[in-house]
C-alpha cells in the first residue's frame, strides 16, 4: 500500500508538470489577440464556470451523502456546511494566492520576458515554500530536504545556462515572476496546515467561483467584450485562455491539492522542477535539440527532488 501510495504522488507530480509546463505555449498562444489581462481574466473565469456545478450541488447536496461508485469523486469532496464555512475565507485566499494574483503577474511578465526566464524564477517557489513555512507554518525541515531544494535549483539554472537561454532585461518584469512565487510558498502552506479536513475539489470549486465576478469585471474594463470575439485570431486566443483556466487551473489546481495533503506541501512545490521536462519535449517536438549536457542537468534535478522525497519520510509533514 505504501508503494502504491508513492507512485500516485509521482503520477500527480508528473501530471501537474506536465499540464504546467504546457502552459507557458497557451499564454503565448492567447496574447497573439489579446492583453495580458485578458488571457488572465479569461483562465480564471473558465477555471471558475467548469467547476460552479460541484459549488451548486454543495449547497443542494444534503450533509451527508450516500456515496456511490459513479460519485465517489464529487461525494468525497463534499464536507460538513458549517467545516465548510468555517474555512471558506481561507479557500478564497487559497484562490487569489495561488491562481488570481500570479495568474495576472505571470501573463505581465512574459510580455517582456521569455518563459526561460519565467521558468527559473518559477522554480524559487520550493525555496520560497521553506522559508516561509519554516517562518510561519512550523515546517520542519532537515538537511537533506534543503540540500535536495538547492540541489534540484542550482540544476536547474545550470539547464538553461547550458541552452543558452539565460536573459536578463527587463529586471522589473521578472521581479513579478518573484512575487507570484512568493505567493505560491504561502498557498502551498498555508492548504497544507489548514486545509486539510476539505477535500481537493471543494477547494477548487468554491476558490475559483469565488473569482468569476472579479475576472468579467476585468474584462468588461479592458474592452475584451467590445471585440470582434469570431475574428478568427481573437477567437482561437480565447479558445487557448480557456483551455488554459480548464486543464492549466480547474484541473491541475484539484490535483495539486490532492498532491499537498498526500506528498506534504514541500515535495508539491518541487512540481516547479518539472516543468523543464517538459518545455523541452515540447521543444524537441518543434525540431529543437537536446545535448548531453542538459541530459546532466536533468539528472541533477532529478536527484534534488528524490533528496526532497527521502527528507519528507524523516520529518513529520505539519
Avoid at 175 to 181: D, H
Avoid at 235 to 253: D, K, N, P, W, Y
Avoid at 284 to 309: A, D, K, P, R
Wanted: hydrophobic content about 55%; proline content about 3%; some cysteine.
Amino acid at each position: 500500500m505504501h508503494a502504491n501510495s508513492k507512485l500516485v504522488n509521482w503520477l500527480l507530480f508528473s501530471l501537474l508538470s506536465i499540464i504546467w509546463g504546457s502552459s507557458f505555449i497557451l499564454m503565448k498562444a492567447g496574447m497573439t489577440a489579446l492583453s495580458a489581462y485578458q488571457v488572465a481574466a479569461i483562465r480564471m473565469l473558465s477555471a471558475g464556470l467548469v467547476l460552479l456545478p460541484i459549488v451548486i450541488r454543495q449547497f443542494t447536496q444534503p450533509s451527508s451523502p450516500k456515496k456511490s461508485p459513479a460519485d465517489s469523486l464529487i461525494s468525497q469532496s463534499l464536507v460538513e456546511k458549517s467545516t465548510l464555512r468555517k474555512k471558506m475565507g481561507l479557500i478564497i485566499l487559497s484562490g487569489l494566492l495561488g491562481s488570481f494574483f500570479p495568474a495576472f503577474l505571470f501573463c505581465i511578465a512574459e510580455t517582456r520576458i521569455d518563459s526561460s526566464l519565467a521558468g527559473i524564477l518559477n522554480a524559487l517557489t520550493p525555496l520560497f515554500t521553506i522559508i516561509l513555512g519554516a517562518l510561519f507554518f512550523q515546517l520542519e525541515v532537515n538537511f537533506l530536504k534543503m540540500s535536495g531544494v538547492i540541489i534540484g535549483f542550482v540544476g536547474l539554472v545550470l539547464l538553461f545556462i547550458s541552452g543558452g537561454h539565460i536573459n536578463t532585461q527587463d529586471i522589473g518584469y521578472a521581479s513579478l515572476v518573484l512575487i507570484a512565487t512568493i505567493l505560491y510558498g504561502l498557498n502551498v502552506n498555508m492548504v497544507g496546515k489548514h486545509l486539510k479536513g476539505v477535500g481537493s475539489v471543494t477547494i477548487a470549486a468554491f476558490a475559483f467561483a469565488f473569482l468569476i465576478p472579479p475576472s468579467l469585471a476585468i474584462l468588461w474594463y479592458t474592452g475584451y467584450f467590445k471585440l470582434a470575439l469570431f475574428m478568427e485570431n481573437v477567437f482561437l486566443s480565447t479558445v487557448a485562455s480557456a483551455v488554459l483556466g480548464i486543464f492549466g487551473t480547474a484541473i491541475a489546481s484539484i490535483l495539486f491539492y490532492m498532491l499537498v495533503k498526500r506528498a506534504g506541501t514541500l515535495f508539491s512545490s518541487l512540481v516547479t522542477y518539472g516543468i523543464p521536462f517538459v518545455a523541452i519535449g515540447w521543444g524537441l517536438l518543434y525540431g529543437e535539440t537536446i545535448s548531453f549536457l542538459q541530459v546532466i542537468c536533468l539528472g541533477v534535478i532529478l536527484s534534488g527532488v528524490w533528496m526532497v522525497n527521502k527528507g519528507s519520510r524523516l520529518v513529520k509533514q505539519p
